[in-house]
T-cell receptor, first 113, second 112 residues
Framework: QQQVKQSPQSLIVQKGGISIINCAYE??????FPWYQQFPGKGPALLIA?????SEKKEGRFTISFNKSAKQFSLHIMDSQPGDSATYFC????????????FGSGTRLQVQP | DAGITQSPRHKVTETGTPVTLRCHQT?????MYWYRQDPGHGLRLIHY???????DKGEVSDGYSVSRSKTEDFLLTLESATSSQTSVYFC???????????FGDGTRLSIL
């Protein structure tokens, strides 16, 4: 049972363009939604995160949009750069109990110069 | 980087052999996790620990066991490795409060 569905699987964007990755979740008990960035040979690193009491959070070129009623959230990368080329994972977590992350399947982003 | 060291970083072994992966943290975080990463599946939780000698199963725990005898060390054991356990294994730690998890750089395990 995949509780967090992520799309697209891969994405090619031109330098300076906007990259958009979407996720949908099923468990309404999730209350923390992070995005992780992963480079080859490295572990996932936290990029930005949001809680369901806000609809948008922006940090530099990265923005999370959150739609609680639709149970969807998305990552927008503005002015995409070749250095942004990586795999991105959305995730969700309950802040009680084991606090383990449930991950989406990942999106491989390639930003072309 | 939250001071997480995984060892070994790479390992090749044969089916049926026991394998132990180690995760060492220097942050004194209460929670520790083992995930496996496979194409098309993201990362999936194998086991986790919420304190010394306190562990529990995740979604893909079959064939794996864990131990945590010290706060800083969390061991993942494959008692009898199978080819389906070929994967990249990540350890993560968390404080248990509303803070993000931090990940190690993984162990690439190949079982022939």
């Amino acid at each position: 049972q995949q509780q967090v569905k992520q799309s697209p699987q891969s994405l090619i964007v031109q330098k300076g363009g906007i990259s958009i990755i979407n996720c949908a979740y099923e468990n309404t008990a999730f209350d923390y939604f992070p995005w992780y960035q992963q480079f080859p040979g490295k572990g996932p690193a936290l990029l930005i995160a949001i809680r369901p009491d806000v609809s948008e959070k922006k940090e530099g070129r990265f923005t999370i949009s959150f739609n609680k009623s639709a149970k969807q959230f998305s990552l927008h990368i503005m002015d995409s750069q070749p250095g942004d080329s990586a795999t991105y994972f959305c995730a969700a977590r309950m802040d009680t109990g084991r606090r383990a992350l449930t991950f989406g399947s990942g999106t491989r982003l390639q930003v072309q110069p | 980087d939250a001071g997480i060291t995984q060892s070994p970083r790479h390992k090749v072994t044969e089916t049926g052999t026991p394998v132990t992966l180690r995760c060492h943290q220097t942050e004194n975080h209460r929670y520790m996790y083992w995930y496996r990463q496979d194409p098309g599946h993201g990362l999936r939780l194998i086991h986790y620990s919420y304190g010394v000698k306190d562990t529990d199963k995740g979604e893909v725990s079959d064939g794996y066991s864990v131990s945590r005898s010290k706060t800083e060390d969390f061991l993942l054991t494959l008692e009898s490795a199978t080819s389906s356990q070929t994967s990249v294994y990540f350890c993560a730690t968390g404080t248990g409060s509303n803070q993000p998890q931090h990940f190690g750089d993984g162990t690439r395990l190949s079982i022939l």
